[in-house]
Protein backbone atom coordinates (compact mmCIF):
# COMPACT_ATOMS: atom_id res chain seq x y z
CA UNK A 1 0.00 0.00 0.00
CA UNK A 2 1.38 3.70 -0.93
CA UNK A 3 1.92 5.21 2.10
CA UNK A 4 3.97 8.51 3.36
CA UNK A 5 4.47 8.82 7.15
CA UNK A 6 5.97 11.79 8.98
CA UNK A 7 7.60 12.55 12.18
CA UNK A 8 7.67 13.96 14.63
CA UNK A 9 3.65 14.55 14.56
CA UNK A 10 4.20 17.74 16.42
CA UNK A 11 7.33 19.83 17.23
CA UNK A 12 8.07 22.99 19.64
CA UNK A 13 11.17 25.20 19.07
CA UNK A 14 12.69 28.48 20.15
CA UNK A 15 13.03 31.42 17.75
CA UNK A 16 16.75 31.39 16.17
CA UNK A 17 17.20 27.39 16.53
CA UNK A 18 17.26 24.91 13.80
CA UNK A 19 15.19 21.54 13.43
CA UNK A 20 14.66 18.56 11.01
CA UNK A 21 11.38 17.03 9.73
CA UNK A 22 11.22 13.63 8.63
CA UNK A 23 9.40 11.60 6.23
CA UNK A 24 8.80 8.12 5.25
CA UNK A 25 7.38 6.60 1.91
CA UNK A 26 6.29 3.31 0.36
CA UNK A 27 5.04 4.52 -2.50
CA UNK A 28 5.55 2.48 -5.80
CA UNK A 29 6.68 3.74 -8.70
CA UNK A 30 8.05 6.97 -7.53
CA UNK A 31 8.13 9.88 -8.92
CA UNK A 32 8.73 12.85 -7.20
CA UNK A 33 8.80 14.48 -3.74
CA UNK A 34 7.30 17.10 -2.67
CA UNK A 35 7.53 19.37 0.38
CA UNK A 36 4.63 21.69 1.33
CA UNK A 37 4.12 24.48 3.93
CA UNK A 38 0.53 25.07 5.43
CA UNK A 39 -0.20 27.94 7.24
CA UNK A 40 -3.08 27.68 9.61
CA UNK A 41 -6.23 28.66 7.45
CA UNK A 42 -4.73 28.60 4.45
CA UNK A 43 -3.92 26.09 1.52
CA UNK A 44 -0.33 24.24 1.19
CA UNK A 45 2.45 25.64 -0.64
CA UNK A 46 5.32 23.81 -2.03
CA UNK A 47 8.24 24.68 -0.75
CA UNK A 48 11.13 22.25 -2.64
CA UNK A 49 10.48 19.14 -4.97
CA UNK A 50 13.06 15.85 -5.48
CA UNK A 51 13.31 13.86 -8.22
CA UNK A 52 14.60 10.27 -7.67
CA UNK A 53 18.02 11.54 -8.57
CA UNK A 54 18.14 14.49 -6.58
CA UNK A 55 19.69 14.12 -3.27
CA UNK A 56 19.45 17.95 -2.04
CA UNK A 57 17.58 20.87 -2.92
CA UNK A 58 17.45 24.52 -1.09
CA UNK A 59 14.92 27.27 -0.65
CA UNK A 60 16.19 29.93 1.22
CA UNK A 61 16.55 28.41 5.24
CA UNK A 62 14.72 25.14 4.11
CA UNK A 63 17.07 21.92 2.50
CA UNK A 64 15.02 19.16 2.03
CA UNK A 65 17.04 15.75 1.10
CA UNK A 66 16.00 12.47 -0.40
CA UNK A 67 17.84 9.21 0.19
CA UNK A 68 15.73 6.88 -2.76
CA UNK A 69 17.59 3.96 -1.22
CA UNK A 70 15.81 3.71 2.16
CA UNK A 71 12.92 5.97 0.77
CA UNK A 72 13.41 8.90 3.19
CA UNK A 73 13.21 12.21 3.09
CA UNK A 74 13.98 15.16 5.45
CA UNK A 75 13.07 18.92 5.56
CA UNK A 76 16.44 21.45 7.75
CA UNK A 77 15.24 24.74 8.65
CA UNK A 78 18.13 26.75 10.10
CA UNK A 79 17.07 29.94 12.27
CA UNK A 80 13.95 29.03 12.48
CA UNK A 81 11.93 32.40 12.57
CA UNK A 82 8.18 32.96 13.80
CA UNK A 83 6.84 32.56 10.53
CA UNK A 84 8.28 29.16 9.88
CA UNK A 85 5.31 28.36 12.69
CA UNK A 86 2.90 25.83 10.31
CA UNK A 87 2.42 22.10 9.07
CA UNK A 88 4.84 21.15 6.87
CA UNK A 89 3.65 18.20 4.45
CA UNK A 90 5.44 15.62 2.66
CA UNK A 91 3.69 14.51 -0.77
CA UNK A 92 4.95 11.75 -2.84
CA UNK A 93 4.10 11.55 -6.59
CA UNK A 94 3.53 7.68 -7.58
CA UNK A 95 3.43 8.90 -12.15
CA UNK A 96 1.74 11.84 -13.86
CA UNK A 97 -1.37 10.87 -13.02
CA UNK A 98 -3.64 13.54 -11.13
CA UNK A 99 -4.66 10.46 -8.99
CA UNK A 100 -1.67 9.14 -7.62
CA UNK A 101 -0.68 11.87 -5.25
CA UNK A 102 0.15 10.48 -1.88
CA UNK A 103 0.07 13.38 1.11
CA UNK A 104 1.85 12.19 4.63
CA UNK A 105 -0.38 13.80 7.78
CA UNK A 106 2.42 16.66 8.44
CA UNK A 107 4.08 17.86 11.43
CA UNK A 108 2.93 20.86 13.08
CA UNK A 109 5.85 23.20 14.33
CA UNK A 110 5.16 26.08 16.53
CA UNK A 111 8.28 28.64 16.98
CA UNK A 112 8.19 30.12 20.21
CA UNK A 113 9.72 33.55 21.21
CA UNK B 1 -3.74 36.53 -11.10
CA UNK B 2 -5.95 35.20 -8.06
CA UNK B 3 -4.67 31.79 -8.62
CA UNK B 4 -7.21 29.27 -6.72
CA UNK B 5 -10.78 30.49 -5.50
CA UNK B 6 -12.68 28.88 -3.59
CA UNK B 7 -16.20 29.55 -2.12
CA UNK B 8 -18.10 30.18 0.77
CA UNK B 9 -14.48 30.11 3.22
CA UNK B 10 -17.47 28.66 6.58
CA UNK B 11 -20.15 26.90 6.02
CA UNK B 12 -22.59 25.04 8.22
CA UNK B 13 -24.95 22.71 6.96
CA UNK B 14 -27.87 20.59 8.90
CA UNK B 15 -28.09 16.50 8.22
CA UNK B 16 -29.30 16.03 4.86
CA UNK B 17 -29.07 19.19 2.87
CA UNK B 18 -27.40 19.56 -0.44
CA UNK B 19 -25.05 21.92 -0.84
CA UNK B 20 -22.40 23.56 -3.66
CA UNK B 21 -18.79 23.76 -2.61
CA UNK B 22 -17.17 26.74 -5.29
CA UNK B 23 -13.82 26.40 -7.18
CA UNK B 24 -11.82 28.71 -10.04
CA UNK B 25 -8.52 29.15 -11.15
CA UNK B 26 -7.55 31.55 -13.87
CA UNK B 27 -4.14 30.11 -14.79
CA UNK B 28 -5.37 27.84 -17.50
CA UNK B 29 -4.79 24.69 -15.91
CA UNK B 30 -5.95 21.67 -17.16
CA UNK B 31 -6.28 19.14 -14.11
CA UNK B 32 -8.33 20.36 -10.93
CA UNK B 33 -8.64 18.56 -7.98
CA UNK B 34 -10.74 18.36 -4.71
CA UNK B 35 -9.34 17.64 -1.69
CA UNK B 36 -10.62 16.70 2.12
CA UNK B 37 -8.95 17.25 5.00
CA UNK B 38 -9.11 15.82 8.54
CA UNK B 39 -7.20 16.16 11.45
CA UNK B 40 -4.34 13.66 11.46
CA UNK B 41 -4.75 12.37 8.34
CA UNK B 42 -3.04 13.68 5.07
CA UNK B 43 -5.13 15.39 1.95
CA UNK B 44 -7.38 12.59 0.84
CA UNK B 45 -8.60 13.03 -3.20
CA UNK B 46 -12.15 13.23 -3.38
CA UNK B 47 -12.49 13.91 -6.95
CA UNK B 48 -10.60 15.17 -10.09
CA UNK B 49 -10.76 16.45 -13.94
CA UNK B 50 -7.97 16.66 -16.26
CA UNK B 51 -9.80 18.59 -18.58
CA UNK B 52 -13.68 20.58 -19.24
CA UNK B 53 -15.81 17.15 -19.89
CA UNK B 54 -13.47 14.63 -17.89
CA UNK B 55 -14.26 13.89 -14.19
CA UNK B 56 -12.81 10.75 -12.02
CA UNK B 57 -13.01 9.67 -8.68
CA UNK B 58 -10.82 9.34 -6.32
CA UNK B 59 -10.24 8.06 -3.23
CA UNK B 60 -13.34 9.48 -0.81
CA UNK B 61 -15.55 10.08 -3.70
CA UNK B 62 -19.04 8.69 -2.09
CA UNK B 63 -21.56 11.21 -1.07
CA UNK B 64 -20.18 13.82 -3.93
CA UNK B 65 -20.21 14.96 -7.28
CA UNK B 66 -18.32 17.04 -9.37
CA UNK B 67 -18.87 18.39 -13.23
CA UNK B 68 -16.17 20.40 -15.31
CA UNK B 69 -18.12 22.90 -18.30
CA UNK B 70 -15.25 25.30 -18.26
CA UNK B 71 -11.40 25.18 -17.90
CA UNK B 72 -11.73 27.11 -14.87
CA UNK B 73 -14.55 25.90 -12.76
CA UNK B 74 -14.70 22.99 -10.77
CA UNK B 75 -17.81 22.97 -8.51
CA UNK B 76 -17.82 20.06 -5.49
CA UNK B 77 -21.41 18.95 -4.83
CA UNK B 78 -22.29 17.37 -1.56
CA UNK B 79 -25.91 15.45 -2.46
CA UNK B 80 -27.33 14.99 1.30
CA UNK B 81 -24.76 15.86 3.59
CA UNK B 82 -23.82 13.81 6.97
CA UNK B 83 -21.99 14.54 10.19
CA UNK B 84 -18.94 12.50 8.51
CA UNK B 85 -18.13 14.84 5.47
CA UNK B 86 -17.49 17.64 8.70
CA UNK B 87 -13.46 18.24 6.98
CA UNK B 88 -11.90 20.98 5.29
CA UNK B 89 -12.44 20.98 1.81
CA UNK B 90 -9.35 21.96 -0.64
CA UNK B 91 -9.16 22.49 -4.47
CA UNK B 92 -6.02 22.42 -6.81
CA UNK B 93 -5.04 22.62 -10.17
CA UNK B 94 -1.66 22.35 -12.02
CA UNK B 95 -0.89 21.86 -15.71
CA UNK B 96 -0.05 18.37 -16.80
CA UNK B 97 3.08 16.78 -15.88
CA UNK B 98 6.07 17.34 -17.90
CA UNK B 99 8.79 14.33 -16.95
CA UNK B 100 9.51 13.55 -13.24
CA UNK B 101 8.96 16.62 -12.11
CA UNK B 102 5.20 16.76 -12.05
CA UNK B 103 2.94 19.56 -12.20
CA UNK B 104 3.30 21.74 -8.94
CA UNK B 105 -0.42 21.60 -7.24
CA UNK B 106 -1.87 25.20 -6.49
CA UNK B 107 -4.21 25.74 -3.50
CA UNK B 108 -7.22 27.39 -2.42
CA UNK B 109 -7.53 29.01 0.97
CA UNK B 110 -10.34 25.62 1.96
CA UNK B 111 -13.58 25.79 2.80
CA UNK B 112 -14.29 24.49 6.26
CA UNK B 113 -17.29 22.50 6.33
CA UNK B 114 -19.73 21.82 9.13
CA UNK B 115 -22.26 19.24 9.28
CA UNK B 116 -24.95 18.87 12.34
Known amino acids: KNQVEQSPQSLIILEGKNCTLQ??????????LRWYKQDTGRGPVSLTI?????NTKSNGRYTATLDADTKQSSLHITASQLSDSASYIC????????????FGSGTRLSIRP | NAGVTQTPKFQVLKTGQSMTLQCAQD?????MSWYRQDPGMGLRLIHY???????DQGEVPNGYNVSRSTTEDFPLRLLSAAPSQTSVYFC???????????????FGPGTRLTVT
Open chain 2, 49 to 55: SVGAGIT
Open chain 1, 91 to 102: VVSADSSASKII
Open chain 2, 27 to 31: MNHEY
Open chain 1, 23 to 32: CNYTVSPFSN
Open chain 2, 92 to 106: ASRRPSQGERGGEQY
Open chain 1, 50 to 54: MTFSE
